[in-house]
């Protein structure tokens, strides 16, 4: 069994919804959760990341977590068809620094 | 800042050929990383290096050797290729967002190198 599961999609959403894109994990020694995103034939590049439990906003991103659960959420609201790209999830433990480990990816697309 | 860049952004080899990726940062950052992106596989670590003149194995090393001689160079080598190593490698390096060694590992791609092994 993988570290982190990422819900594999695809997704595929109107414009202007509102979007959850999910992972969970089994290692409770993570502490940081990064959200990255990967346009086609591109690197993932770093959208957000949040220490422990609770919520971080960042303009239509809003990424969640639950400790006690073990699981993560990035929202999107308002979605649009640039936000159209594969959402990778990676956490990181204190003890581990400088290694990640990384979801799968969900692919979303945002239909206009 | 270029950032991360990666050279060169596409090779096609033949079997038992050999050839060096090479990532380049410029922000200064200790830690490294080689991971190779396969469909429906994610990003899988090959090797990675937490400063100049260390490197350690990922998750996917065999095959595949690397070399940290300056800080901000980190080198993939294949000896001898194989149709199993057709894959898009990507380079990223981090630096932790924190005090003390603690924080965040928050990595920075560069834009990849698409490889393939006839």
């Known amino acids: 069994q993988k570290e982190v599961e990422q819900d594999p999609g695809p997704l595929s959403v109107p414009e202007g919804a509102i979007v959850s894109l999910n992972c969970t994990y089994s290692?409770?020694?993570?502490?940081?959760f990064m959200w990255y995103r990967q346009y086609s034939r591109k690197g993932p590049e770093l959208l957000m990341y949040t220490y422990s439990s609770g919520n971080k906003e960042d303009g239509r991103f809003t990424a969640q977590v639950d400790k006690s659960s073990k699981y993560i959420s990035l929202f999107i609201r308002d979605s649009q068809p640039s936000d159209s790209a594969t959402y990778l999830c990676?956490?990181?433990?204190?003890?581990?620094?400088?290694?990640?480990?990384f979801g799968d990816g969900t692919t979303l697309t945002v239909k206009p | 800042n270029a950032g991360v860049t990666q050279t060169p952004k596409f090779r096609v080899l033949k079997t038992g050929q050999s050839m060096t990726l090479l990532c380049a940062q410029d922000m200064n950052h200790e830690y490294m990383y080689w991971y190779r992106q396969d469909p429906g596989m994610g990003l899988r670590l090959i090797h990675y290096?937490?400063?100049?003149?260390?490197?350690a194995k990922g998750e996917v090393p065999d095959g595949y050797n690397v070399s940290r001689l300056k800080k901000q160079n980190f080198l993939l080598g294949l000896e001898s290729a194989a149709p199993s190593q057709t894959s898009v490698y990507f380079c990223?390096?981090?630096?932790?967002?924190?005090?003390?060694?603690?924080?965040?590992?928050?990595?920075?791609f560069g834009p990849g190198t698409r490889l393939t092994v006839l």
């Open positions: 990223a390096s981090s630096y932790i967002s924190g005090t003390g060694g603690q924080g965040a590992d928050t990595q920075y």
């Open positions: 290692n409770s020694a993570f502490q940081y």
């Open positions: 290096s937490v400063g100049e003149g260390t490197t």
């Open positions: 990676a956490m990181s433990a204190n003890t581990n620094a400088g290694k990640s480990t």
